[in-house]
């Protein structure tokens, strides 16, 4: 009997767990960190994704984000309105700019964008934190 009560309550910590998931961004391809002098960690990022609409609601607690397109288009409302960036264009994300899941964001369609991500981090702490 005692058996099959922990194993019942095994299995629901499981189910429980299994119905949290995190949010996470799609297409990551690649993900690279190195340590900088003064605690500091340095992140670098590839992603590629098609017809992928906004992310999740976050922000990122770093010295800052910058963000390149590679390749395609995708888009930003870091300075404040929204803004589309083609390859070979980049913006700035501040230090904790909330981030994401905006009603208002513009609709891409099935467009595909290819992007080099860089932020810089103090070492030992997140560099994405989502709310909700």
């Known amino acids: 009997m005692r058996f099959i009560i922990i194993f019942i309550t095994l299995l629901t910590?499981?189910?429980?767990?299994?119905?949290?998931?995190?949010?996470?961004?799609?297409?990551l391809l690649s993900s690279e960190v190195f340590a900088l002098d003064g605690g500091?960690?340095?992140y670098i990022e590839k992603r590629a994704t098609c017809n992928a609409?906004?992310?999740?609601?976050?922000?990122?607690?770093?010295?800052?984000?910058?963000?390149?397109?590679?390749?395609?288009?995708?888009?930003?409302k870091s300075t404040g309105e929204w803004?589309?960036?083609?390859?070979?264009?980049?913006?700035?994300?501040?230090?904790?700019?909330v981030h994401g899941g905006e009603a208002d964001a513009p609709d891409l369609g099935d467009a595909?964008?290819?992007?080099?991500?860089?932020?810089?981090?103090?070492?030992?702490?997140k560099h994405t934190v989502f709310v909700e």
């Open 83 to 97: 803004k589309n960036y083609t390859k070979g264009e980049y913006w700035y994300e501040p230090t904790d700019w």
């Open 112 to 125: 595909c964008t290819e992007l080099l991500v860089v932020r810089v981090v103090d070492a030992g702490k």
């Open 40 to 42: 500091m960690e340095l």
């Open 53 to 76: 609409g906004t992310t999740p609601k976050h922000f990122h607690p770093a010295a800052g984000t910058l963000v390149y397109v590679l390749d395609g288009v995708s888009q930003s």
């Open 13 to 27: 910590f499981v189910v429980s767990a299994d119905d949290h998931e995190q949010p996470k961004f799609e297409g």
